[in-house]
C-alpha cells in the first residue's frame, strides 16, 4: 500500500497540511524539501575510488507555504500561529505532528519550526502568504550498553564453571580446587591415631608419614 496518494488521484490531499492537529487554512503545499544523509568521504591520493562511511541521517529541512484569501482563511491562521509560536515566557513549542504526502513518502511525521515569514501581500490577485520553515525532528535512539564480562584473576575453578553452566555436579555439594589434605595411597599406610594435615598425614607421634612433610 503507498505511503502517500499520488497527486493526480488525490489532488486535495496535496493543497492541505495539517501541523500540530491544526489543518492550515487556504491553499499550502510544501516548498524547499531536501533528504540528507552524513557521509565520511575519504579519498587516498594517486587511487581510485574512495572510502565511504555512513555517519547517520540528518533531520530533513523544509517549508510550509500557507495561500490565503478569505477573511476566514486569516482568522485560522492566527489562531494556528498562536500555537506553533507562543508568546515569549510561556511553555516552548516543542514538535509538532505534520501531516502532507511529500512528507509522508520519506517518512516524516514531526517537525519543529524555525522561521516563520510573511504575511507576504495581498497581491494584485487578493492572494496573500505566509512561510513557516521547519526542520524535521526524530530523537536520537538510545544506544544500547555492551560489552564483554570478565572474570576475576585465574578465573573459576573448573568445578566452579561446571556449576555456573548449569551442568550437575556430582558427589554432594559444590567443590572447589583449593588445596585439600592429601589422601593416603592405602589404608594400611595410615598408623592408628593419625591425623590429616595441608602437607601430609601425621602420625601418633608428630611426624609425617604420608605427604610432603615426610
Not at 13 to 34: A, E, N
Not at 89 to 112: E, M, T
Request: glycine residues 12%; charged residues 25%; proline residues 11%.
Amino acid at each position: 500500500m503507498p505511503v502517500a496518494p499520488w497527486f493526480l488521484t488525490d489532488p486535495d490531499s496535496w493543497d492541505t497540511v495539517v501541523f500540530g492537529g491544526v489543518k492550515l487554512p487556504g491553499l499550502c503545499k510544501i516548498d524547499g524539501l531536501k533528504v540528507s544523509q552524513r557521509w565520511d568521504i575519504r579519498e587516498a591520493p594517486g587511487t581510485d575510488g574512495a572510502t565511504e562511511t555512513h555517519k547517520g541521517y540528518t533531520p530533513a529541512s523544509f517549508s510550509v507555504v500557507v495561500t490565503i484569501w478569505e477573511d476566514e482563511h486569516w482568522a485560522t491562521l492566527q489562531a494556528a500561529i498562536a500555537k506553533i509560536r507562543p508568546r515569549p515566557g510561556k511553555s516552548p513549542p516543542g514538535a509538532f505532528d505534520v501531516v502532507h504526502p511529500k512528507l509522508a513518502l520519506y517518512g516524516i511525521k514531526s517537525a519543529i519550526v524555525t522561521d516563520i515569514s510573511g504575511p507576504d501581500g495581498p497581491d494584485d490577485a487578493g492572494f496573500g502568504k505566509i512561510t513557516i520553515s521547519c526542520r524535521e525532528y526524530f530523537a536520537q535512539p538510545k544506544k544500547n550498553a555492551t560489552g564483554t564480562a570478565k572474570t576475576s584473576k585465574g578465573g573459576p575453578s573448573v568445578t566452579e564453571k561446571s556449576f555456573l553452566d548449569g551442568e550437575r555436579v556430582p558427589d554432594g555439594p559444590l567443590k572447589t580446587d583449593r588445596k585439600e589434605p592429601p589422601l593416603p595411597a592405602r589404608v594400611d599406610d595410615v598408623p592408628p591415631g593419625a591425623t590429616a594435615t595441608e602437607d601430609g598425614v601425621k602420625g601418633p607421634g608428630g611426624g609425617f608419614v604420608l605427604g610432603s612433610g615426610v
